[in-house]
C-alpha cells in the first residue's frame, strides 16, 4: 500500500497546487475585469478616472439628443435628478432608447468628460428601468438635490 | 371553473407527492414489498395530475379567459394560438408549473423504466424525487399560483405578451432546458439512492448513466436552442453574451459533462465513486441555481428581492435543504475505503480524471463571475458587473486544454498506457492538425493569427485524433463500425461535435465582418466582398403587429446572391417596438441584417454582417446530440441486470 | 481518505450560505424604505385629466390616500387596474398620476375600465414622476392627511399586497 499512499499524496498535492494556482489567478483577473456603475452625481463630483471603463446611467435627458450629420453619431445627456453626464455613442441604440427612458451606458470618461460609449442597453420593458439607474435616482434624492436645475435641462418651474 | 380544477389537480398531486416520499421509505425501512410497490403507481399518478394541471392553465391561456390574473398579464386575444400556448411559460407562475410538471414526466419515466432494477432502489429513487416534487408544488402553489383569479370584475382584455417571446424558438428553448435541468434530479436521486442503501457499485453507475446522457441531451440542445434564439431575435447579431441566464444554463451543462465521463469510470473500473455521487448532487444543485436564482429573476437583484422577500425566502429554504441535505447524506453515508482498482499516470482514468477537473474549473469560473456582482450587491458594496472579456479568457484556455485532453483521452486504455504508444498512434494526427492550422489563416486572408491557429488547431486535432481511434477499433474496414457498440460510436460522434462547435466559435469570432452605416434608399454599403443595396422602404401588416420594412439586394462579386427584408415591429396592444433581422443563411457564412433608427431624409441606420461558419456553432451541437443519443440506446442499458456485463475491451466514455 | 474529509462540502456549503444570509439582513434594513418617505408630497403645477383645471399640490384631498402612478403603455398597469377599482367601491381615495402618458388615450381608458381616481394629474413629460422618485410604471404610494408621503409600493397592487399595505393605510388614519 505504501507506494500508492505516496502516489495518492501526490496527486492531491498537485491538485492542491494546480486549483488554488487556477482560483487565484481567476480571481486576480477578475478585480482587474470589473465595470463599476457610477452615477452622474459621482461622475460631475469628479470620482471617475478618465480613461477607465465604466458603467454610468440615468434617464435621458429630454431634447439632449444630438445626431451627427454625417453617419451615425450620437450625443445625448443622462441623469439621475441631480447632475447629468454627456455620453458619445457611434452606432445603433436600442429599440428603447427615447427621452425619459432610463438607460445604461458602457464606456469611457475622455478629458472633456464626455462618456465614449462602446455599448448603450436600453431593456426591452417599457417598464423597466435597469436597477442602477433607479438607485441612481434614489440616491440623488436622498442627497436632497431633487431638484433639476443641476441637471442643465429646460424645465421651467 | 377550469382554473379551479387546474388548481385542484395542482393540489392533489402534492398530496400524491407527499404519499410518493413517505410510503415507499416506510416500506424500505421495514422491508415490505407490498408498500415499495406503491411508489411506481404514486409517480404516474403525479404525472397525471401534473399534466392535467397543466393542460387546464394552457386551456385558460388558448380560450382568453383574463379573470385569470396570470392569463391577463401575459396574453392578449389579438394573440396568434401557438403564442398563446408559449405565454403559458411567458412568465414565472407558469414557468414554475411546467418545471414541476416535467418533474413529474421523469418520475413517470423512472417508473416505467426501471423495470430492471430492484424494488428498493425504485423506491428510494422516487421516494427522493417526490420530495423535491413536494417541495416545488409547495412552492408554486404557496406562492407564485398561476391560477389566481382576477375577481370580482375581470379586464377585458389581456397585457399581452412580451414581443420578445413571441417567436418559435422562444416556445421551443424554455421547455427542452428545463426538461434538462429537471432531468438532473433523476440522476441526483439514483445518487442519494444508493447514499442511502449503501450500494455505489458499478450497477448504480450503470444505471444513473442512460438518465444522465439523457438530461445532459436536453441541456445541450436547449442552450444551442437558446443561444440560436438570441442570435436572430435580439438583432445584434451576437450568440452568446455571458449573461447570468447564459451561464446558469451552462454550468449544469458542464457539470454533467464531467458526470457522465466519470460515471463510466465508476462503472468500468469501480474508481471516483464519492467523486462521482459529489458531481451528482453538484449538478442538481446548480440546475436549481439556474432555474430559480436566474429564470424567475426573484434573487437577480436586491430589488427583486425586496419587493417579493417571501418567494426569494422560500425558494433560498428550498435550495438550502436540498444541497445541504445531499451533503450531509453525502457526509454521513460516502464510502471512505478507498477504491479499489490501481492506475498508472498515463491511462484512461488519468485523462478522465482531467477531463473532469477542467470541466469543473470552468464550470466554478462562470459560477464565481456570475455571482460576485451578486453578492457585492447583496452586501451594499456597489453595482458591479463582469465584462465578456474575462469569461472569454478564462473560457479560452480551458476549452483548448480540455480538446487536447479529449484527443488523446479516447485513444487511451485503462489502467495503464504508455506515452510513447500513444505518441506512435497520434503522432501523425498531431502534425497534421498543425499543418493544416497553421495553413489556414493565410487561406482565410493571408494574415498570421495565432487565435485562429489555436483554435483550428485544436479542432483538427480532435478530429484526426479521433479518427486514427476509430480506424484502429476498427482495424481498418468500415463493414467493423457497427459492432463497435453504440456507446462507442455516440462518443465519437459527440467528440467530433465538439470540434464542429470550436471551429464555428473560432471562425466567427474571428473572420466576422461588421459594419452599422447610415444608408438611403438606393444607396449601397459595401462589406467585404458584398455589396448591401438599399432597395425600397415600406410597410407590412401583421397580425397584432405593424412594421417598417427595408428591403436589401445583397450583391457578390456583382451577382444578385439574396433579397432581405428586415423589419422594425410595433406591436398593438403593447407597443413595444421589436427588430426583425433578416438572414441568409448557409453551411458556411450567414448574411445578417438588422435595422436601427430612422434617421433624416428617409435614411436608416443599418447594422450589416457577415458571419462565417456561423452554422457550425449550433451543428456541433445538434452532433453532441445524436452522439448522446445513441449513448443512450446501447443495448447494455436495456439488459437483464442479471447478465454479467464482460468486461470488454470496448471503449465508452 | 477519512470522514471528516467528507464534511467539507457541507461546511463550504454552510459557510456560504451563513455569508449569504448575512447580507441579505442587512441588505433588507436599510435598502428600503423610499428616501421620500417623511417627506411632504413634492410640489408641482399640472392639469386634471379629466377637467383639465390647473392642480397643485394643495388640491390633494385632506384624508389618507392611495397615489398610483400609471399609463396606458403599462401592460402590468392593466393587470392591477381591477383592484383599483375594487378599493374604490371599498371608499379608499386614490389619486392618479398618469405618467408620461397621452390625455386623450388616458381618457380613453378610464372610459373603457373604470375609474377608480378622485382626480388624475396629468403628466405627460413625467416631471412629476421624475419628483417622485418614480422609475416605472405601476408605482403607488401611501399619503396621509397632511400630505406626507407614508410608503411605496413598487409593481401592482393585488389582494396579496394589499394585505400586507392595509395595516399601514389604516394606521395612516
Same mark, same amino acid.
Given at each position: 500500500m505504501h507506494p500508492q499512499r505516496k502516489k495518492r499524496l501526490t496527486l492531491i498535492l498537485f491538485l492542491l497546487v494546480g486549483v488554488s494556482t487556477g482560483v487565484g489567478l481567476m480571481a486576480y483577473s477578475l478585480t482587474q475585469n470589473i465595470n463599476l456603475f457610477q452615477t452622474p452625481t459621482q461622475i460631475a463630483a469628479g470620482e471617475v478616472p478618465v480613461g477607465r471603463t465604466i458603467r454610468a446611467g440615468g434617464l435621458v435627458v429630454d431634447g439632449s439628443v444630438v445626431r451627427d450629420t454625417e453617419g451615425l453619431g450620437v450625443t445625448f445627456k443622462v441623469t439621475d435628478g441631480a447632475a447629468s453626464v454627456p455620453i458619445y455613442y457611434d452606432g445603433i441604440l436600442p429599440d428603447l432608447f427615447r427621452e425619459g427612458q432610463g438607460i445604461v451606458a458602457l464606456g469611457q470618461l475622455n478629458e472633456k468628460g464626455v462618456l465614449q460609449a462602446s455599448e448603450v442597453l436600453a431593456k426591452h420593458d417599457e417598464n423597466y428601468m435597469p436597477p442602477e439607474v433607479q438607485e441612481a435616482l434614489e440616491k440623488a434624492h436622498q442627497d436632497g438635490k431633487g431638484n433639476l436645475k443641476a441637471a442643465g435641462n429646460d424645465y421651467e418651474y | 371553473m377550469v382554473p379551479e380544477f387546474g388548481q385542484m389537480a395542482l393540489i392533489v398531486a402534492l398530496v400524491l407527492a407527499g404519499l410518493q416520499t413517505v410510503i415507499p421509505l416506510v416500506g424500505v425501512q421495514a422491508r415490505r414489498e407490498w408498500l415499495m410497490a406503491y411508489a411506481r403507481p404514486l409517480a404516474t399518478g403525479q404525472a397525471v395530475f401534473l399534466m392535467a394541471s397543466l393542460l387546464a392553465l394552457t386551456y385558460a391561456f388558448v380560450v382568453d379567459d383574463f379573470s385569470v390574473a396570470y392569463v391577463a398579464a401575459n396574453s392578449n386575444s389579438q394573440l396568434p394560438t401557438p403564442y398563446k400556448v408559449s405565454a403559458v411559460w411567458g412568465a414565472h407562475e407558469g414557468s414554475l408549473l411546467l418545471w414541476v410538471t416535467m418533474l413529474g414526466w421523469w418520475g413517470l419515466a423512472v417508473a416505467w423504466f426501471s423495470r430492471s432494477l430492484p424494488l428498493d432502489m425504485v423506491a428510494r429513487v422516487l421516494s427522493i424525487m417526490g420530495m423535491v416534487s413536494v417541495g416545488f408544488i409547495l412552492f408554486t402553489v404557496q406562492t407564485s399560483n398561476p391560477f389566481e383569479r382576477h375577481l370580482p370584475t375581470a379586464p377585458m382584455d389581456g397585457a399581452d405578451l412580451n414581443p420578445l417571446l413571441q417567436d418559435f424558438g422562444l416556445i421551443v428553448h424554455p421547455p427542452t432546458l428545463y426538461m434538462g435541468y429537471v432531468g438532473l434530479s433523476v440522476v441526483f436521486a439514483f445518487a442519494l439512492a444508493a447514499l442511502m442503501g449503501g450500494r455505489l457499485d458499478a450497477a448504480w453507475a450503470r444505471w444513473s448513466r442512460p438518465w444522465t446522457t439523457a438530461a445532459w441531451i436536453f441541456l445541450t440542445m436547449g442552450i444551442a436552442l437558446?443561444?440560436?434564439?438570441?442570435?436572430?431575435?435580439?438583432?445584434?447579431?451576437?450568440?452568446?453574451?455571458?449573461?447570468?441566464?447564459?451561464?446558469?444554463?451552462?454550468?449544469?451543462?458542464?457539470?454533467?459533462?464531467?458526470?457522465?465521463?466519470?460515471?463510466?469510470?465508476?462503472?468500468?473500473?469501480?474508481?471516483?465513486?464519492?467523486?462521482?455521487?459529489?458531481?451528482?448532487?453538484?449538478? &442538481?444543485? $446548480?440546475? /436549481? #441555481? +439556474?432555474?430559480?436564482?436566474?429564470? *424567475?429573476?426573484? !434573487?437577480?437583484?436586491?430589488? @427583486?428581492?425586496?419587493?417579493?422577500?417571501?418567494?426569494?425566502? &422560500?425558494? $433560498?429554504? /428550498? #435550495? +438550502?435543504?436540498?444541497?445541504?441535505? *445531499?451533503?450531509? !447524506?453525502?457526509?454521513?453515508? @460516502?464510502?471512505?475505503?478507498?477504491?479499489?482498482?490501481?492506475?498508472?499516470?498515463?491511462?484512461?482514468?488519468?485523462?478522465?480524471?482531467?477531463?473532469?477537473?477542467? !470541466?469543473?474549473?470552468?464550470?466554478?469560473?462562470?459560477?464565481?463571475?456570475?455571482?460576485?456582482?451578486?453578492?457585492?450587491?447583496?452586501?451594499?458594496?456597489?453595482?458591479?458587473?463582469?465584462?465578456?472579456?474575462?469569461?472569454?479568457?478564462?473560457?479560452?484556455?480551458l476549452s483548448v486544454l480540455l480538446a487536447l485532453i479529449i484527443g488523446m483521452g479516447s485513444m487511451s486504455r485503462w489502467k495503464s498506457d504508455g506515452l510513447s504508444r500513444l505518441g506512435n498512434e497520434l503522432r501523425w494526427a498531431f502534425l497534421a492538425a498543425l499543418v493544416l492550422a497553421v495553413a489556414a489563416p493565410f487561406i482565410a486572408n493571408g494574415e498570421w493569427n495565432w487565435q485562429v491557429v489555436m483554435g483550428l488547431g485544436v479542432a483538427f486535432w480532435l478530429v484526426a485524433a479521433t479518427l486514427v481511434d476509430l480506424w484502429k477499433k476498427s482495424r481498418g474496414r468500415l463493414k467493423r463500425i457497427p459492432t463497435l457498440g453504440m456507446s462507442y460510436m455516440g462518443m465519437i460522434i459527440a467528440h467530433l461535435g465538439v470540434a464542429v462547435s470550436i471551429i464555428g466559435v473560432t471562425m466567427v469570432s474571428n473572420y466576422s465582418l461588421e459594419t452599422s452605416v447610415k444608408i438611403a434608399p438606393g444607396e449601397s454599403a459595401v462589406l467585404g466582398n458584398y455589396r448591401f443595396e438599399f432597395a425600397e422602404f415600406g410597410h407590412i401588416e401583421g397580425p397584432n403587429f405593424t412594421s417598417d420594412a427595408t428591403r436589401f439586394n445583397v450583391w457578390r462579386d456583382e451577382k444578385l446572391m439574396e433579397v432581405l427584408t428586415a423589419e422594425k415591429r410595433r406591436y398593438n396592444v403593447s407597443g413595444q417596438v421589436m427588430t426583425e433581422a433578416a438572414i441568409d443563411v448557409s453551411l458556411l457564412r450567414d448574411v445578417y441584417i438588422s435595422m436601427g433608427e430612422p434617421l433624416a431624409d428617409g435614411a436608416w441606420g443599418m447594422r450589416l454582417q457577415v458571419k462565417p461558419y456561423m452554422r457550425w456553432v449550433w451543428l456541433g451541437a445538434i452532433f453532441m446530440c445524436i452522439g448522446g443519443g445513441l449513448a443512450v440506446m446501447d443495448k447494455r442499458y436495456r439488459a437483464r441486470q442479471t447478465r454479467k456485463v464482460a468486461l470488454s475491451n470496448e471503449a465508452v466514455a | 481518505m477519512t470522514r471528516w474529509l467528507l464534511f467539507i462540502p457541507l461546511a463550504v456549503t454552510l459557510a456560504m450560505g451563513v455569508l449569504f444570509w448575512i447580507g441579505l439582513g442587512k441588505e433588507d434594513k436599510d435598502a428600503l424604505p423610499s428616501p421620500l418617505v417623511g417627506q411632504p408630497f413634492p410640489s408641482f403645477e399640472a392639469k386634471a385629466l379629466l377637467s383639465g383645471e390647473a392642480i397643485s399640490a394643495a388640491s390633494l384631498p385632506a384624508k389618507p390616500m392611495l397615489v398610483n402612478v400609471w399609463a396606458t403603455w403599462c401592460p402590468t398597469c392593466k393587470a392591477e387596474h381591477a383592484f383599483l377599482n375594487q378599493l374604490a367601491k371599498q371608499g379608499i381615495t386614490i389619486v392618479g398620476i398618469n405618467y408620461k402618458d397621452d390625455d386623450a388615450k388616458a381618457r380613453e381608458w378610464l372610459k373603457a375600465y373604470g375609474d377608480p381616481y378622485d382626480f388624475n394629474i396629468s403628466d405627460p413629460d413625467g416631471k412629476l414622476g421624475l419628483e417622485l422618485g418614480v422609475y416605472g410604471a405601476p408605482e403607488t404610494f401611501l399619503v396621509d392627511s397632511q400630505g406626507t408621503i407614508r410608503g411605496k409600493h413598487i409593481g401592482d397592487l393585488n389582494t396579496r399586497v394589499w394585505q400586507k399595505l392595509q395595516p399601514q393605510f389604516e394606521a395612516m388614519k
Open positions: - | 437558446g443561444s440560436w434564439w438570441a442570435y436572430y431575435e435580439l438583432g445584434w447579431g451576437g450568440w452568446w453574451f455571458w449573461d447570468p441566464v447564459e451561464n446558469a444554463s451552462l454550468m449544469p451543462w458542464l457539470v454533467a459533462t464531467a458526470l457522465m465521463h466519470s460515471l463510466a469510470v465508476t462503472e468500468k473500473r469501480g474508481l471516483f465513486k464519492s467523486w462521482t455521487v459529489l458531481l451528482a448532487i453538484f449538478a &442538481f444543485s $446548480l440546475s /436549481l #441555481l +439556474g432555474t430559480f436564482l436566474v429564470r *424567475s429573476g426573484v !434573487l437577480t437583484s436586491v430589488h @427583486a428581492f425586496a419587493s417579493d422577500p417571501e418567494r426569494g425566502v &422560500f425558494i $433560498l429554504a /428550498l #435550495l +438550502g435543504i436540498c444541497v445541504c441535505g *445531499s451533503l450531509l !447524506l453525502y457526509a454521513i453515508k @460516502a464510502p471512505t475505503v478507498a477504491s479499489v482498482g490501481r492506475y498508472e499516470w498515463v491511462s484512461r482514468e488519468s485523462f478522465l480524471l482531467m477531463n473532469n477537473l477542467v !470541466l469543473l474549473v470552468s464550470a466554478f469560473a462562470i459560477l464565481l463571475g456570475t455571482l460576485y456582482p451578486l453578492v457585492i450587491d447583496f452586501m451594499g458594496l456597489g453595482k458591479l458587473s463582469v465584462g465578456a472579456a474575462w469569461f472569454n479568457t478564462m473560457f479560452v484556455p | -
